[in-house]
T-cell receptor, first 111, second 113 residues
Framework: EAQVTQNPRYLITVTGKKLTVTCSQN?????MSWYRQDPGLGLRQIYY???????DKGDVPEGYKVSRKEKRNFPLILESPSPNQTSLYFC??????????FGQGTRLTVV | AQSVTQLDSHVSVSEGTPVLLRCNYS??????LFWYVQHPNKGLQLLLK??????LVKGINGFEAEFKKSETSFHLTKPSAHMSDAAEYFC???????????FGAGTTVTVRA
């Protein structure tokens, strides 16, 4: 079954404690991306990657890092989380000009 | 630059009545347009997509949307709402040779019994 898998689904952490949210896809898609969803703002792109070792900033990259060492994995790293990064995060993959496939989401709370 | 505006943040309908969710876009190029649905505590599911073929697009669960280039619109409709249609809906624009997706702010649909 084609899927995008994110882990963990829920996470509560404290300010400043580094964390990683993993994302893995089995569709062999070149493109992967991270979004955050906040009420009234829709989804905003954090980072994206068009291929292995190729990443670029989206609309709201501050406070986040990513890496793309393998085609199937695209982890999101928060080196020093802050409360304003409390949000619902989605990983997606796809091909250019067509639809994206989304993971189930990770709800992050930073206290 | 491309952008998407969903004209209603919240739509409330009675079960069995039509649903209309409005979306306008701006794009310098011929866009690809999508509608996604998000049920509570779930991920995003593709409802339908327009990618320069027929302007009237049929999707899952009885939804359809019409691409109107002259009005830069891509409104989503369903003739008869069902309780299971209560969800948040996102209009999304992209254009070919670009991986960026631009999301509208979302429309929350409530269905009254």
């Amino acid at each position: 079954e084609a899927q995008v898998t994110q882990n963990p689904r829920y996470l509560i952490t404290v300010t400043g404690k580094k964390l990683t949210v993993t994302c893995s896809q089995n569709m062999n898609h070149e493109y992967m991306s991270w979004y955050r969803q906040d009420p009234g703002l829709g989804l905003r792109q954090i980072y994206y990657s068009m291929n292995v070792e190729v990443t670029d900033k989206g609309d709201v990259p501050e406070g986040y890092k990513v890496s793309r060492k393998e085609k199937r994995n695209f982890p999101l790293i928060l080196e020093s989380p802050s409360p304003n990064q409390t949000s619902l995060y989605f990983c997606a993959c796809g091909v250019s000009g067509t639809e994206a496939f989304f993971g189930q989401g990770t709800r992050l709370t930073v206290v | 630059a491309q952008s998407v505006t969903q004209l209603d943040s919240h739509v409330s309908v009675s079960e069995g009545t039509p649903v209309l969710l409005r979306c306008n876009y701006s794009s310098s190029y011929s866009p690809s347009l999508f509608w996604y649905v998000q049920h509570p505590n779930k991920g995003l599911q593709l409802l339908l997509k327009y990618t320069s073929a027929a302007t009237l697009v049929k999707g899952i669960n009885g939804f359809e949307a019409e691409f109107k280039k002259s009005e830069t619109s891509f409104h989503l409709t369903k003739p008869s709402a069902h309780m299971s249609d209560a969800a948040e809906y996102f209009c999304v624009v992209s254009f070919s040779n670009d991986y960026k997706l631009s999301f509208g702010a979302g429309t929350t649909v409530t269905v009254r019994a």
